[in-house]
């Protein structure tokens, strides 16, 4: 027998003593590379190890089975064959009976300014309630179970008490409308939602309930909706709704929970395509697990004592692996705040000012060690002004992170000063909702970070920058970010729609995974991603990254957000065209624009230099906080919106846009 199944048949409740032991730390770069090529030479060794920090019921037989390229007629996949587990157990249960027991698992301070403390021993009570509940209702394994939350603990719970009674759930962000949900519930054919009356944004109550009823009107799946009181209101019933505190808050806190094959669905996460309707991302518990475990662990250098914020909302793929399943199965403290940014604390809970320091006010308050938020929120920072982070003591700070978009130098160093006051490392991720877990990130203590670069790929993550044929490119040459091998977390398809998942992943590069996304690798072997191919510009014949132009606008000292995008130009094939959003008091006109576009030649070159500079109050975002430049490659085109938006935050802001161009016109 081998080492790895000796210490899951002895010893299945706590994580074994393997070579990649929980207390292990790369503490140098010396230390990170050979981790690399020691994951390089033996992949699936590697990930046995790391996969022995889990909870598992049953070994696995073989570690991974299957290979790239997925076809359309391949088995697929798949990882840890034969091995069972519970995510709950993982999460929850092992930590409950530990020392752990009475250690805080969910901060939680909701707009308002009311908090929650609640320990893994209580956690642990409610997630076994909350499986009881669901289960009382006819839910069972298998069944899919929609949540529409707003981020509270409840969200949590619900997530967790799916996974113990293995109930697959989609997650849909609180604030998509009636429509977006509508659509989600019925690709999914999900048997129950989990709701609240309301939840608080920006002072306001978000209808949840509501939204519901509407869109089941035309969904014949759904059984029950059981509804959170959080907001106290008024909403409108029928005979398939309940309560959570009358289901919920009366059954049993004793729950034995049952263990799943490795490859059983955890979850669907719906994400938007350029065209067609919203892409359902299915991930299985065993891989998925294992890496939102590792990369908590390894890319925020976790330790017993932090309190971990990940900003991130749980309708995203970063609050499923960085607020639940990957802090938690770790056994870390996790913080979870319900509203804006800005928004300030209500009277009764002791709020004042404008709300734009409530970020560092909550840092200071709860001691939060590790801070993951957007670079969209960082500039909004930036923009808002050094004075409110200057109010506050955020020494307790010691690591500060970035996700969902790369971030313009200029942003990264304002973030390390201004908020990590110049000792804190950034780690700077990559990664999508179809890798499950982040893929490239520096390391803290270990790799050196180069401001703009996600660095290096994590120990286990083969990727290359290669050609359209599969070729890699020499040092700092532009092509397409490639995962050359299968890794845990990675999607095993879209939902019910197989042979998309294939021609989407596998129908572009010929053997490997390719990303959507473009990037270089520089002499370092440091990864620079340019964002999404659609975002990469040929101008005359030059291939530029609008990540490079909007850092270089947002270098300017007048400048607080910019996109910059492609409009086509019948001489140079391609033209610039940038969306400047100015800092507070500067005035936007013609001498600011020259001035900008003066500005990026300088930093750049002349080639780089915008076309066209159009100022903008606000920029087309998803709700998670990313700036769609497919719509304003639309805009600046002269045409109209096409394929999925209901991820745009305020539709209110492409309008605006298409009118100032038809004025300008």
């Given at each position: ?250 059954a049993s806190a004793k729950h034995e929970a049952q263990a799943f094959d490795s490859e059983h669905p955890l979850f669907s996460l719906y994400t938007s395509g350029t065209t067609g309707k919203p892409k359902g991302i299915l991930h299985t518990t065993g891989g998925y697990l ?341 719509l304003l490659r639309e805009v600046a085109s002269g045409s109209t919106a096409r394929g999925d938006t209901t991820t745009l935050e305020d539709q209110g802001v492409l309008e605006r846009l298409a009118q100032s161009f038809a004025h300008d016109d």
């Open positions: 027998m081998s080492s790895i199944e000796s210490v899951l048949t002895e010893n299945r409740s706590f994580p074994p003593p393997v070579a990649f032991a929980r207390d292990a730390r790369v503490k140098s770069l010396i230390d990170y590379e050979a981790l690399y090529e020691r994951a390089a030479r033996e992949p699936e060794a590697f990930w046995g190890e790391v996969a022995c920090d889990l909870h598992w019921s049953t070994p696995w037989k073989q570690i991974l089975e299957g290979a790239f390229p997925e076809t359309a007629d391949s088995e697929g996949v798949r990882w840890f064959v034969g091995g069972t587990l519970n995510a709950s157990l993982s999460c929850v249960d092992r930590h409950a009976h530990s020392w752990r027991k009475n250690k805080a698992a969910i901060i939680f301070e909701g707009e308002p300014g009311d908090t929650t403390v609640i320990t893994y021993g209580q956690l642990h009570r409610e997630v076994c309630k909350a499986a009881n509940a669901l289960t009382s209702l006819g839910i069972k394994a298998g069944d899919f179970v929609a949540i529409y939350m707003p981020m509270v603990p409840e969200a949590a719970i619900a997530m967790l008490a799916c996974a113990r009674i293995g109930a697959p759930h989609t997650i849909v962000f609180g604030g998509f409308s009636a429509d977006a949900l509508a659509d989600r519930i019925a690709d999914c054919s999900a048997k129950a939602v989990i709701t609240a009356d309301g939840g608080w944004r920006r002072g306001q109550v978000v209808p949840l309930k509501h939204n519901v009823d509407k869109a089941l009107e035309g969904v014949t799946s759904v059984e029950h909706v059981i509804v959170l009181q959080r907001c106290s209101n008024e909403v409108a019933w029928t005979k398939r709704d309940v309560w959570w505190h009358e289901v919920v808050e009366t294992t890496n939102a475990a590792y990369t908590t662990k390894m890319v925020f250098d976790l330790r017993d004592d932090d309190v971990f914020w990940c900003t991130a909302d749980i309708g995203w793929v970063t609050g499923h692996s960085y607020v639940v399943y990957g802090p938690l199965a770790n056994g870390a403290t996790v913080l979870m705040y319900e509203g804006a940014p800005n928004a300030p604390r209500s009277d009764e809970f002791g709020g004042s000012g404008d709300g734009q320091d409530r970020f560092w006010d909550i840092i200071e308050r709860w001691g939060v060690t590790v801070f993951y938020t957007a670079p969209t929120a960082i500039r909004a920072f930036m923009k808002w002004g050094d004075q409110y982070p200057a109010k506050h003591d955020l020494s307790s700070l010691r690591l500060l992170g970035s996700v969902g978009e790369p971030i313009n130098p200029e942003a990264w160093m304002w973030y390390r000063k201004q908020i990590g006051g110049d000792r804190c490392p950034i780690v700077d991720t990559w990664w999508q909702t179809e890798t499950g877990a982040i893929m490239i990130s520096p390391l803290p203590g270990a790799i050196p970070t180069k401001p703009g670069s996600a660095t290096r790929p994590l120990p286990g993550i083969d990727v290359d920058v290669v050609t359209r044929e599969g070729v890699p490119v020499g040092p700092n040459q532009g092509g397409f970010l490639v995962i050359k091998r299968p890794w845990p977390s990675m999607l095993r398809t879209i939902y019910g729609d197989h042979a998309r998942y294939v021609s989407t992943y596998f129908g572009e590069i010929p053997g490997m995974y390719f990303a959507g996304d473009g990037a270089r690798k520089d002499a370092d072997g440091y990864f620079w991603i340019m964002g999404r191919v659609d975002d990469v510009i040929n101008v005359a014949g030059h291939r530029l990254s609008t990540m490079e132009v909007e850092s270089a606008l947002v270098s300017h000292p007048k400048v607080a957000e910019a996109a910059v995008v492609g409009r086509p130009d019948e001489l140079k094939g391609q033209a610039i065209v940038a969306f400047v959003t100015p800092r507070a008091g500067m005035v936007a006109d013609d001498a600011l624009a020259r001035e900008l576009r003066a500005h990026v030649a300088t930093q750049i070159g002349a080639l780089a230099r915008p076309e066209e500079i159009r100022f903008a109050e606000a920029l087309p975002k998803t709700r998670s906080g990313k700036i769609m430049r497919r």
